[in-house]
C-alpha cells in the first residue's frame, strides 16, 4: 500500500473498495491473507483527507 500512497497525485483522489475480515462469514475471499483488519486502511493512508 505504500506505493499506492506515493503514486497518488496531489490533491488526488483515492477510491478503494475491498472485503474486510468481518465479511469473511458471507464467502467472500476465503484467504483471510486477502481480508483487511478493523482500521487497516486507515493506519496504511494516515494524512490522507477521509470523506465518507
Not at 6 to 19: S, V
Not at 31 to 42: F, G, S
Request: net charge negative; aromatic share 10%.
Amino acid at each position: 500500500m505504500p506505493q499506492i500512497k506515493e503514486a497518488l497525485k496531489p490533491n488526488g483522489l483515492l477510491i478503494f473498495e475491498t472485503f474486510i475480515v468481518a465479511h469473511g462469514d458471507f464467502n467472500q475471499p476465503a484467504n483471510p491473507e486477502y481480508l483487511l483488519r478493523t482500521n487497516e486502511l486507515l493506519h496504511a493512508f494516515m494524512g490522507l483527507i477521509l470523506l465518507l
